[in-house]
């Protein structure tokens, strides 16, 4: 078990002193408290802005504790939450299972189409419908085998009565062309408020094909907002426009596993995994262009520049926030629950190398504050969710189900 009421010495302890900004922030940050990262970064690339990187750190003042409540998952991947509480969770090698928040986990469900699980595909992001107590539709994204190699797909099903399969599973969406590699799949997906999916996408690695990133007329290292049967939502931003796919939403990503709603704006987040370096938070945008593979603050894994090695370029995003060296991020959620007061608001990411969570204060859209979490479970943390009962609930690649909360 993991107390956070006790952190390294190097943390320094704030009080939220009980008060809150719109956007979740601590207003006692100090902006000279030292930073939570001190090993050194990969390149001498400058921030773009004040607290664009390595922002003071921050500890949780509220007792509270993370557990391990299951670990008899094989590679989990995905997980959501159910209205009753309990917990959907994909398994990287084709399955998907629900546990209680008391960790007893189902078998497996059936019914769900052929995955190619090698490298870094499998079953991947879930989500289920809004109206899912009337329609229990379940949405997911995998990598699916096709000719020419494999690619991102999505697919809906519901999940039938008695819980033990998927009914009438479609493939409502392919990120088209394929490409015989298995890096590189992006692999979340959301409903909005307007009830269309956003499915994220990965540039699948190669040299030759992280360039798609920038083109229009691929889906590769792509946001795409589509209806419930796959078609292009209404109002994209490329809607009409010769030479572009219509369900792209913004474009210019490496490799994006990380979506999740700020509960109160709406805005739609995304991280994204850089090289050796340069990982990413954005806020996401219609039309606009993330930028990758032409500017970044990482390195190739070989050490060598990526590109020209620039940091900027007219008509391209800056991250609100990156780190190097890198998380290896992967699933996030916002804190949306009253049970830790000070956590509201608060965005919260799981890190596969870097084996922690972190919790981001976020004050008009910037980055104020870092606090890691679990950094001592020696674990590779893939996904996490808020539960109903105000706890968060996080996966790791070693088949652990944590549950992290109030004591």
Request: proline share 12%; no cysteine; net charge positive.
């Given at each position: 078990m993991f107390k956070a009421s006790i952190l390294a010495a190097t943390c320094i302890f704030f009080a939220s002193c009980g008060s809150h900004s719109p956007n979740g922030a601590?207003?006692?940050?100090?902006?000279?408290?030292?930073?939570?990262?001190?090993?050194p970064p990969n390149t001498d690339y400058k921030p773009a802005f004040a607290g664009q990187t390595r922002i003071a750190a921050v500890t949780t003042s509220t007792p509270y504790e993370g557990k391990v409540i299951s670990n008899s998952?094989?590679?989990p991947w995905g997980i959501t939450t159910l209205p009753d509480g309990r917990l959907l969770i994909t398994e990287k090698g084709g399955t998907m299972r629900i546990a209680t928040t008391a960790g007893q986990v189902s078998e497996s469900i059936t019914g769900i189409p052929p995955v190619n699980s090698g490298?870094?595909?499998g079953l991947l992001g879930v989500t289920i419908d809004p109206d899912f107590n009337s329609n229990r539709m379940v949405y997911w994204v995998f990598s699916e085998a096709t000719t020419g190699g494999n690619l991102t797909a999505a697919a809906k099903g519901t999940l039938s009565a008695d819980e033990k399969r998927i009914e009438n599973a479609v493939v409502i969406y392919r990120a088209a062309p394929a490409f015989p590699n298995n890096m590189h799949f992006g692999g979340r997906v959301l409903v909005d408020r307007s009830g269309n999916l956003f499915v994220s996408t990965g540039e699948r690695s190669d040299l030759e094909t992280r360039p798609q990133a920038q083109h229009l007329n691929s889906g590769f290292g792509k946001i795409v907002r589509i209806k419930k049967d796959g078609q292009p939502a209404d109002g994209n931003p490329f809607v009409g426009q010769a030479g572009a796919r219509p369900e792209i939403y913004s474009y210019g990503h490496r490799n994006v596993q990380g979506l999740a709603f700020h509960p109160e704006s709406g805005d739609l987040w995304a991280r994204e995994m850089g090289?050796?370096?340069g990982d990413e938070i954005n806020l996401i945008q219609p039309g606009k262009n993330y930028g990758w593979p032409t500017i970044g603050y990482g390195l190739e894994y070989s050490g060598k520049k990526v590109g020209a090695g620039i940091t900027h370029q007219a008509g391209m995003e800056q991250p609100v926030y990156y780190w190097d060296p890198v998380l290896s991020p992967s699933g996030m959620t916002f804190y949306s629950d009253d049970d830790i007061d000070e956590w509201e608001n608060n965005l919260f990411q799981t890190g596969l190398n870097s084996n922690h969570i972190a919790r981001l204060v976020i004050r008009?859209?910037?980055v104020v504050g870092e606090e890691r979490l679990l950094a001592n479970e020696g674990q590779r943390f893939r996904d996490i969710t808020q539960g109903k009962d105000g706890a968060l609930y996080a996966v790791t690649d070693e088949g652990r189900l944590y549950r992290i909360g109030k004591k």
């Open positions: 601590n207003p006692s940050i100090n902006d000279t408290t030292p930073s939570v990262e001190t090993r998952l094989k590679r490298g870094q595909g090289p050796r370096g008009n859209n910037r």
